[in-house]
């Protein structure tokens, strides 16, 4: 029984330090001119293919491993894509 309780202990460790090297990229889209939010904007990096959507408020947040540098791309209907890096 202890040995199971160890290795779970060491496992569960190892996987704190693996999630630990990662970063989280958060952010609010708005329109420019109105201030209004995005609702349900697309969030993109396409060096790791993860993206998600703007939520009711317009907020979005996606971890990205810690040592990589990335391009976000934001697109929402109607309106020109933008790309940063």
């Known amino acids: 029984m202890l040995k199971k309780l ?3 202990l060491m496992l ?6 693996l999630a630990a090297q990662e970063i989280t990229v958060s ?9 209004e939010t ?3 904007a697309s969030v993109f990096i396409p060096e790791t293919g993860l993206g998600t959507t703007t939520n009711e408020y317009g907020f979005y947040s996606i971890s990205i491993p810690e040592k990589d540098s990335v391009t976000l791309q934001y697109s929402y ?5 933008i ?3």
């Open 83 to 85: 790309t940063r890096r």
């Open 6 to 8: 160890i290795f779970s």
């Open 12 to 17: 569960t460790a190892g996987l704190s330090m």
């Open 77 to 81: 209907i109607g309106f020109q894509p």
């Open 38 to 40: 995005l609702i349900g």
């Open 27 to 35: 952010g609010t889209l708005t329109e420019e001119a109105s201030g």
